[in-house]
C-alpha cells in the first residue's frame, strides 16, 4: 500500500459545481498535511495547509479526519481557473519527509 | 527576493554522461529537498537536508549524489546519466519541521 493515496481523477465539474478530493495516508504518526495545486508543466504551489480543527480559505475548506487517516478539500463554486492537479502531502512525525500522493486531477467546464 | 532557484531549466544528456542541477535559496531555510516527478509516479523524494553538512536519503536515492555545503545551496549530483533518469526535478525548501515545503521552478532533464 502507498504512504499517501489519491484518486486521479480526472474529476470533470461544470462551472459553479462543489467538488471534494480525498487523500489516506497510512502511517497513523502523521504530523503535518497540505494541499498543493500543480499547474501543467509547473512546480506545485501551496494552497492551504490542513489543522486539525479543519480550516477555510475563501472557496476552498480542508480537514482532517485522524481516526479514517485521510484529509480532504473542498473546492466550492469552482472556477475554469481550479482547473489543475491537486496534491496532497504528508509527514511522518519524527522525520522531514514529506510524502506526495500522485495527485487528483481537475477540470473545470464551461 | 527570488525564493527558489533551480538551474538549468532543461537538459538533455547521453547515457553515461555527468551533470550537476544546481538549487539555490534566499529565504535561509535550514531543509532542502530534491524531488523528481514522473508520469502515474507522483513526487518521489530522492534526497534531503536539514541543514548545512547533513544530507540523508529518500525514497530513491540511488544513482545520485548530494552535498549541503551552505545553507542556500543543495545540488543534485547524476553520476551516471541513465534513460531512467529522464524526469522533471524540482527542488523544495521548508523554514521548519511543520512548515510547507516551497519549490523551484523544476529541471527538465531527458537522458538518451
Known amino acids: 500500500r502507498k504512504e499517501v493515496e489519491q484518486d486521479p481523477g480526472p474529476f470533470n465539474v461544470p462551472e459553479g459545481a462543489t467538488v471534494a478530493f480525498n487523500c489516506t495516508y497510512s502511517?497513523?504518526?502523521?504530523?503535518?498535511f497540505f494541499w498543493y495545486r500543480q499547474d501543467c508543466r509547473k512546480e506545485p504551489k501551496l494552497l492551504m495547509s490542513v489543522y486539525s480543527s479543519g480550516n477555510e480559505d475563501g472557496r476552498f475548506t480542508a480537514q482532517l479526519n485522524r481516526a479514517s487517516q485521510y484529509i480532504s478539500l473542498l473546492i466550492r463554486d469552482s472556477k475554469l481557473s481550479d482547473s489543475a492537479t491537486y496534491l496532497c502531502?504528508?509527514?511522518?512525525?519524527?522525520?522531514?519527509?514529506?510524502?506526495f500522493g500522485t495527485g487528483t486531477r481537475l477540470k473545470v467546464l464551461a | 527576493n527570488a525564493g527558489v532557484t533551480q538551474t538549468p531549466k532543461f537538459q538533455v544528456l547521453k547515457t553515461g554522461q555527468s551533470m550537476t542541477l544546481q538549487c539555490a535559496q534566499d529565504?535561509?531555510?535550514?531543509?532542502m529537498s530534491w524531488y523528481r516527478q514522473d508520469p502515474g509516479m507522483g513526487l518521489r523524494l530522492i534526497h534531503y537536508?536539514?541543514?548545512?553538512?547533513?544530507?540523508d536519503q529518500g525514497e530513491v536515492p540511488n544513482g545520485y549524489n548530494v552535498s549541503r555545503s551552505t545553507t542556500e545551496d543543495f545540488p543534485l549530483r547524476l553520476l551516471s546519466a541513465a534513460p531512467s533518469q529522464t524526469s522533471v526535478y524540482f527542488c523544495?525548501?521548508?523554514?521548519?519541521?511543520?512548515?510547507?515545503?516551497?519549490f523551484g521552478n523544476g529541471t527538465r532533464l531527458t537522458v538518451t
Open positions: 502511517n497513523s504518526a502523521s504530523q503535518s
Open positions: 523544495a525548501t521548508g523554514e521548519g519541521p511543520t512548515s510547507p515545503l516551497h
Open positions: 502531502a504528508v509527514r511522518g512525525s519524527g522525520t522531514y519527509k514529506y510524502i
Open positions: 537536508s536539514v541543514g548545512a553538512g547533513i544530507t
Open positions: 529565504m535561509n531555510h535550514e531543509y
